[in-house]
């Protein structure tokens, strides 16, 4: 375990034998040894807060006397915030519920994170027989957005797949404002649902960026541009990525073709904020690598 070792204690003096030292006369003093179990309860406690969950469990198994300090409810709830901040949203609906200890709901969601790798529709019903969440739309799309433990594929191929209606409510939790880069957004758009990992159909793509395009549009009304002008330049975006990275396309496009032929679709976009997108996708990459 990278955390605890059973005869681990706390010295004051290093060096030499950690249990005596010499004195003025090269005789040997006993030092003071203070174990976890010696501390006050508080600074116990502190230390035991810097553990993950396996290492927290493993140190209640290594001493006994350890053991009801590593079952403490404030270890826990602060776990459970830390890696499921979801609950900072519902704690009046968890603290009405007949708990045993914050380490059986730690374990329950814990639990329902491995039954979502394997089956998302498993691990939401799970979740949901525990009443921890409801079925409605928005409460499912705050859990997936706010647990950072979930895997990404599993997560798009649920919200893509299965919950269209969760999907538009995920998207909504998204935050745009103030970031005028276009091509740097959708590429923190495509990190949570990467098309190619999974094999997201043209009509999903589609489906995706006209969510991200009408949030966009949401958050920057300042830019005065329609979610459906973002859409265009969005599925520009994408060929132009392709175009400049697929090894079979010998005539890249130029900047000039780029503008041309986006300006087609989308007039009232200015000839700058194109060249300026286009640079980006030039000089960093596809907004949809993956």
């Known amino acids: 375990s990278s955390g605890i070792n059973a005869e681990w204690p706390l010295r004051p003096g290093s060096g030499g034998d950690p249990d005596v030292t010499e ?35 493993l140190a209640g198994c290594s001493i006994e ?23 900072k ?15 059986k709901l730690y374990l329950v969601f814990d639990e329902a994170q491995l039954i979502f790798a394997v089956n998302p529709l498993k691990g939401i019903e799970y ?3 525990k009443n921890i969440l409801s079925n409605v739309p928005s409460d499912i799309a705050l859990y997936l957005h706010k647990s950072q433990r979930l895997k990404r594929e599993e997560l798009c191929n649920y919200l893509v797949q299965h919950r269209m209606d969760v999907l538009e409510e ?41 969510r991200f395009s009408m949030r966009y549009s949401e958050c920057n009304p300042q830019h005065g541009f329609s979610a459906d002008i973002i859409y ?14 697929h090894p079979l396309i010998k005539n890249k496009m ?3 073709e780029f503008i041309r032929n986006t300006r ?21 990459g596809p907004v949809a690598a993956e």
């Open 23 to 57: 004195d003025d006369d090269g005789g040997g003093v006993e030092n003071p040894v203070v174990t976890l179990s010696g501390l006050p309860h508080e600074l116990a406690l502190q230390i035991l807060s810097h553990l993950n969950a396996t290492d927290l469990c």
């Open 65 to 87: 006397c350890w053991r009801e300090l590593s079952d403490d409810d404030q270890l826990w709830y602060n776990l459970i915030l830390s890696e499921w901040a979801y609950t």
């Open 89 to 103: 949203y519902i704690q009046h609906r968890l603290l009405q519920q007949s708990w045993e200890s914050f380490k």
């Open 127 to 129: 979740l949901q027989d």
């Open 170 to 210: 995920y998207v909504k939790l998204e935050d745009y404002s103030n970031q005028a880069v276009l091509p740097n957004v959708l590429r923190q758009f495509f990190r949570k649902f990467p098309a190619v990992a999974c094999n997201l159909t043209k009509d999903k793509i589609a489906l995706l960026l006209s």
């Open 232 to 245: 265009n330049i969005c599925c520009s975006l994408m060929l132009l990525g392709y175009d400049l990275t």
């Open 254 to 256: 130029s900047k000039r």
């Open 264 to 284: 087609h679709i989308t007039p009232d976009v200015s000839r700058e904020f194109l060249g300026h997108v286009y640079d980006n996708v030039y000089l960093i």
